[in-house]
């Protein structure tokens, strides 16, 4: 538990650096998500998220260009890239990255539903996604799947 | 003999209703269902859907081990999301309701068997790999997701993922 504050904050200074290192991507307008869930770690459900939430296999962070491209960061399920389409306050996303489990880093594909609620103080919105992983890593196939809930900023 | 020949007619009978553009659509499909212990289980699907898109589906797989009788059932009810550009993709949604049945018989114990029901949603992609005539075959990657009891209140959720493969036909 000593360790779990630093490297939550390791992960988002690293979030944010490979995000500026993406010079093109960061000058134009899109938004940033923080969502917080436990992840399915392999194979199975989800643990309780961790209270308080510094567990850092329970964030994730997103980047989302205006052109709807998605860039995820996360411990579990990893790195992933992808698309993003919208249905009013709904979307839906398809992606391909780096899996992360507890059977070892691998590749997968990634499918993701989820919705935004109107915006409040701006720039905010509230935000819930699933998102269900297919990938193959060191024990073979794998299928974790997050549900987290969180928050969008855009500018 | 005669129950048989009552459903075989009666299936016929269906078969040789005239189609209509948009009518309902039987689908029949193999399933493999990841629960969470590493193991891909087989099962089936059956599922029924409306001229709106509309699916209404029924999971089925089983096993026995040792004394050991194990099935589960999962009737969902789905709503299509047409957010992606290409028509043949969907986006699912819906409720589920689960049955887990376990029963022991051993000579050794008292026969025993308990019924498990979970209500769940049901979150997923549908994708149209062939359209010929009245029949089409799909594919499908579907993720019934049930609340853990009140950890829930702390995002603790069970999954049942089904990979189905299945033949409609267009009735």
Redesign the interface.
Known sequence: MKTEGPRLAWFFRLSFLLILTTKPLVLSAGSLEVVI??P?LG???????S?PPINIIDWQVAYVTDANREMIFSLVPGLFYGQR???DQ???ALDAGILVTTSGVGLGVA?A?GYHTGTFWKRLRAQVE?R?I?GIAG?G?Q?P?T???GVTYEF | MQRLRRALLGLGLLLAVPSQAGAWTLQYGQSYI?????L?QPGIQLGLLDAKDRRYRFDFYGRRFGSFTEATAIVGFDET?????WPELK?L?GLSLMDQYIQRDSPLAPKKEIHSFNLGVN???DWRLLSYDQWTLDAG?N?H?FA?GF?FL??????K?IFTLSVGYTL
Not at chain 2, 34 to 38: H, R
Not at chain 2, 154 to 159: C, E, P, Q, S, V
């Open positions: 869930g436990p399915s194979q199975g459900g989800s643990n309780p998220v209270i389409w919208y249905l709904f979307y839906a499918e539903l699933y269900q297919l024990y196939l299928y799947y549900l987290r809930m | 990841e629960q969470g212990d590493f891909v999301l047409k957010i992606f550009p986006a949604y979150l997923g992609l990657w993720s997701i853990a950890a702390l995002l603790t959720t069970a999954r993922s």
